[in-house]
């Protein structure tokens, strides 16, 4: 091996380390705030029946929408290249406070704006998204406007935390961002438990929760940022160079990943057309598919952004290509044992978490039909997720925008078909369908348009971790046994949940490390280090 190869391969290594070491504190905290969530709606489906659920899980839409476009990194993809940029083009100048002050004005006159028009047109904005059917039901249209009101305030304080992200991020700070969100969980959690009795209607309760959450989340990393001298002030000199190319990169790459976000508003709008208790299952399914979707990809592709960036400011192409590679397929690498276990261990996983209270045995096997889709789809939200950032790196945000828009208009045109054909499991099924084809289509306008993808060497590893997951899927078949011999009850199934999970799992990674997949070995190598076991 040649002294510029092993250079390479030491450098792509390095940079591995740092990119997986800023996702490992994410993930640590999305973490927690993830299971914080988790109680949260155990809590939500127990306490509540589907008229309320469904009514706040349709008002939470869309500032839920504003945190995935805004609060889930989509903010720093058009800030932190020119962040970067600016602090190496004038280290010591005043050109990136400029940047940061400029932005976090005109950010906070829009939110502003949107906000309080929000507020006003909230019953005009939710009888867009929402069937006639669903209005019918008097009680519960009135209850999801008010709820949706109360919450939209939430708005104004997600995208101002998600500026503060970005700039905490953009200086290599990513582990307080990503446990900040917590706060929100734990406000929901503790309203959620408060009697009804302290609220004017039924379920204001779980929209106050959103809203004192939003201020506090925003108001941690206020603290954060004044603490290192970063705290973005109002100026009135807001138009220079530098913001006018983050809000130019910021169009189409708002434009793409809000159109990825966007299909769930389409799945509202369809799942209210079915019938009681289905905007909760998709709900529910989707919020068991965002725990494996935060921890992998959003976490990754959050931390691989900034490194992404200073290769293609450097021009290090064989660096990018090597670094894209490699995460790709380490993210495939977590995100198909998670696929595989939420798809057959999928009843067991519902009937363990929310199996209590108002949520039924029909309640369970209506989830569990959406959760089965979702759990296949994780695969190709996970890979759009790491492969978006190597567009933005190289300031291409339009080819991913393109992508999502062929594929939100995909979805319109058939969902009505398959919710005919399928009912609920046909809804999900053509947002799965039309999200394969933007996978496979932003893989091949990576190959042709960023970098040359080395299909052989990907391929082979990808055939090794599928072998992995297969000898995955034959373990986790045990629960069934398990569970007969164990007993029924909510404390045994859990019991057998835990064991096959375990036992799936450690069958993954000895299989991974038997057929010697790379990512497998460093996650491995890596555990070692971590508790010492030489």
């Excluded at 659920?53 to 349709?58: E, G, K, L, M």
């Excluded at 940047?99 to 502003?112: F, G, K, M, R």
């Excluded at 921890?295 to 894209?324: H, I, M, N, Y």
Aim: charged share 15%; proline share 3%.
């Amino acid at each position: 091996m040649s002294d510029e190869a092993s250079t390479l391969k030491k450098d792509v290594k390095e940079d591995r380390k740092k990119v997986l070491q800023r996702a490992f504190f994410m993930a640590s905290g999305t973490l927690t705030s993830r299971i914080l969530g988790l109680f949260r709606d155990m809590a939500l489906a127990a306490l509540f029946d589907r008229a309320v659920t469904d009514a706040w899980a349709a008002a939470f839409r869309l500032p839920n929408l504003f945190r995935r476009l805004f609060g889930e990194g989509s903010l720093s993809v058009s800030f932190i290249p020119v962040f970067l940029e600016a602090k190496d083009g004038d280290p010591h100048g005043p050109r990136v406070q400029n940047l940061v002050n400029a932005l976090y004005t005109i950010l906070l006159i829009a939110l502003a704006v949107v906000t309080v028009l929000g507020v006003i047109y909230m019953d005009s904005v939710l009888g867009l998204l929402l069937s006639s059917r669903y209005m019918a039901d008097t009680e519960k249209w009135f209850l999801t406007v008010r709820m949706a009101r109360i919450m939209f305030g939430f708005v104004f304080f997600v995208c101002t935390y998600a500026y503060f992200m970005g700039i905490l991020n953009a200086l290599g700070v990513f582990g307080l961002p990503a446990v900040a969100p917590a706060l929100l969980n734990i406000s929901m959690l503790a309203f959620t438990f408060m009697p009804t009795s302290w609220f004017a209607e039924k379920g204001d309760g779980l929209a106050w929760g959103v809203l004192v959450g939003g201020v506090l989340q925003a108001s941690l990393l206020w603290i954060a940022l004044k603490a290192r001298g970063f705290l973005p002030r109002l100026q009135k000199n807001i138009w220079n160079h530098d913001v006018k190319k983050v809000l130019i990169n910021m169009v189409p790459g708002l434009l793409g990943i809000g159109l990825l976000q966007f299909s769930t508003l389409v799945n509202l709008h369809f799942a209210s057309t079915i019938g009681e208790g289905a905007i909760s299952y998709v709900y529910w399914a989707d919020r068991l598919l965002e725990l494996p979707l935060s921890l992998v990809s959003v976490s990754l592709g959050a931390a691989l952004l900034p490194t992404l960036s200073e290769f293609a400011f450097r021009k290090q192409k064989e660096q990018f290509q090597e670094t894209v590679e490699e995460h790709f397929l380490f993210s495939f690498f977590l995100a198909w044992p998670a696929a595989l276990g939420l798809y057959f261990l999928a009843q067991p996983i519902v009937e363990v978490l929310f199996m209590r209270g108002h949520f039924s045995m029909d309640d369970v096997n209506a989830t569990t039909i959406v959760l089965k889709v979702y759990a296949l789809s994780l695969l190709f939200v996970s890979s759009i997720r790491i492969l978006a950032p190597a567009f933005y790196a190289v300031k291409n945000t339009w080819l991913p925008a393109g992508t999502s828009l062929v594929s939100l208009l995909l979805h319109l045109s058939w969902a009505g078909w398959w919710i005919r054909q399928a009912g609920l499991q046909g809804l999900v099924l053509s947002s799965l369908l039309a999200m394969i084809l933007q996978f496979i289509a932003m893989l091949i306008a990576l190959h042709v348009t960023v970098m040359t993808v080395r299909w052989r060497k990907v391929s082979i590893e990808i055939l090794k971790t599928v072998i992995a997951g297969t000898l995955l899927a034959a373990a986790v078949q045990i629960y069934e046994p398990l569970s007969a011999l164990i007993g029924s009850s909510g404390f045994a199934r859990m019991i057998a949940l835990g064991i096959s999970i375990l036992l799936g799992g450690g069958v993954y990674l000895i299989s991974s490390h038997l057929l010697k997949i790379s990512q497998g070995q460093f996650l491995i190598s890596t555990i070692r280090r971590k508790i010492k076991i030489p």
